[in-house]
């Protein structure tokens, strides 16, 4: 299993910006990474998805202000959060899935993320 740590979190102010970082311990060239959060007495969400071509997929509910991106030369994703809202106030998880490995499902520690006045 490869190891992820999420990195970036902190208090932003509504209409702010955080960049997440997830670092994986080993190569991620054939890894799909998503990201998913969970805000306080919510279930876990999913929230972006890029897989191994580039290709990126999107909840509604940051489609628009969320990009993410991967450097697979760094084994890094990246999770660019802009006009942030206090609804996107959770612990954010970078995850990792592979199509060629169906035992792969590794989570990170997760990192909080706070958007308030």
């Known amino acids: 299993q490869v190891q992820l740590v999420e990195s970036g979190g902190g208090s932003v102010q509504p209409g702010g910006s955080l960049r997440l970082s997830c670092a994986a311990s080993?190569?991620?060239?054939?890894?799909?990474m998503n990201w998913y959060r969970q805000a306080p007495g919510k279930q876990r969400e999913f929230i972006a998805a890029?897989?191994?071509?580039?290709?990126?997929n999107y909840a509604d509910s940051v489609k628009g202000r969320f990009t993410l991106s991967r450097d697979n030369a760094k084994n890094t994703v990246y999770l660019q959060m802009n006009s942030l809202k206090p609804e996107d106030t959770a612990v954010y998880y970078c995850?990792?899935?592979?199509?060629?490995?169906?035992?792969?499902?590794?989570w990170g520690q997760g990192t909080q993320v706070t958007v308030s006045s």
């Open positions: 080993g190569s991620i060239f054939s890894i799909n």
């Open positions: 995850n990792a899935r592979s199509d060629y490995d169906i035992t792969l499902d590794s």
């Open positions: 890029i897989e191994s071509s580039g290709s990126t």
